[in-house]
C-alpha cells in the first residue's frame, strides 16, 4: 500500500513570496489533515478535510493560507505571502474516515525556509 | 483547550539504559492516547495507542506506555534503549469523539550513545 506522498520535499522563498504544497493520501482514505511543525514543536493541525469538505480549519491563519481538496482526493495547503515565522515542516496526513482519527498516517513532510 | 505536556525536552543515555518519557495531557473526559516516533530523516510513525481496557499497552520495538487516568499521564518506558531508539519521540491526544484530529505534545528528542 503506497504512503501519503507529498511534494515538494523542501522549499526555499523569501518572504512575501507565495508557495504551495501538495499532499497525495492513501487511497480511500476519505479524511486529510495538514500539520505545521516548528522546529522544536510538536505538529499542530493547521485543517482538516472529510471528502472535500472542510471540518475544522479553527488554527489556519486565513489572511494567508489556504487549503483545498477539490475532488476529495489530493490537496494543496498554499501560503501567500509567506511570512519568517511560516519556516516549518508541514505535514500531511490521512485516515480513512473521521472516526479513525486515531490511525493517521503521516507523509515525509514539505520542509519550507522563508528568508 | 485540551493540551499535552512532553517533561523532557532533550533525553540523552547510554546503551542499555532504561528510559521513560513523561507526558501528561488535559482534558477530562475519554481520550485516546498515542506516542509517536520520528527517526532522523523518516516519516512520523505510530509506537503504541491507548483507547481503552489494560492500561498497560506495548508497542513495537519493546516500548511500553501505561496510562494513569488519575494523573492524566501517559509516560513511555522502555527496559534497555539501544543505540537506533536515537530519535524524537511524540506523545499525541485525541479526543474520543469522532472528527477530532490529533493534539501533539512538543516532543522529546533521545539521544542513545553506543
Known amino acids: 500500500e503506497a504512503g501519503v506522498a507529498q511534494s515538494p520535499r523542501y522549499k526555499i522563498i523569501e518572504k512575501r513570496q507565495s508557495v504551495a504544497f501538495w499532499c497525495n493520501p492513501i487511497?480511500?482514505?476519505?479524511?486529510l489533515y495538514w500539520y505545521q511543525q516548528i522546529l522544536g514543536q510538536g505538529p499542530k493541525l493547521l485543517i482538516q478535510?472529510?471528502?472535500?469538505?472542510?471540518?475544522?480549519d479553527s488554527q489556519l491563519p486565513k489572511d494567508r493560507f489556504s487549503a483545498e481538496r477539490l475532488k476529495g482526493v489530493d490537496s494543496t495547503l498554499k501560503i501567500q505571502p509567506a511570512k519568517l515565522e511560516d519556516s516549518a515542516v508541514y505535514l500531511c496526513?490521512?485516515?480513512?474516515?473521521?472516526?479513525?482519527?486515531?490511525?493517521?498516517?503521516f507523509g515525509p513532510g514539505t520542509r519550507l525556509t522563508v528568508t | 483547550a485540551q493540551s499535552v505536556s512532553q517533561h523532557n525536552h532533550h533525553v540523552i543515555l547510554s546503551e542499555a539504559a532504561s528510559l521513560e518519557l513523561g507526558c501528561n495531557y488535559s482534558?477530562?473526559?475519554?481520550?485516546?492516547l498515542f506516542w509517536y516516533v520520528q527517526y532522523p530523516g523518516q516519516h512520523l510513525q505510530l509506537l503504541l495507542k491507548?483507547?481503552?481496557?489494560?492500561?498497560l499497552v506495548k508497542g513495537i520495538k519493546g516500548f511500553e506506555a501505561e496510562f494513569i487516568k488519575s494523573k492524566f499521564s501517559f509516560n513511555l518506558r522502555k527496559p534497555s534503549v539501544q543505540w537506533s531508539d536515537t530519535a524524537e519521540y511524540f506523545c499525541?491526544?485525541?479526543?474520543?469523539?469522532?472528527?477530532?484530529?490529533?493534539?501533539f505534545g512538543k516532543g522529546t528528542t533521545l539521544s542513545v550513545s553506543s
Open positions: 496526513a490521512s485516515s480513512l474516515a473521521m472516526d479513525r482519527a486515531y490511525e493517521q498516517y
Open positions: 478535510f472529510q471528502n472535500n469538505g472542510v471540518v475544522d
Open positions: 499525541a491526544v485525541n479526543i474520543n469523539q469522532a472528527g477530532t484530529a490529533l493534539i
Open positions: 487511497s480511500g482514505h476519505a479524511t
Open positions: 491507548y483507547f481503552s481496557g489494560d492500561p
Open positions: 482534558y477530562g473526559g475519554t481520550v485516546n
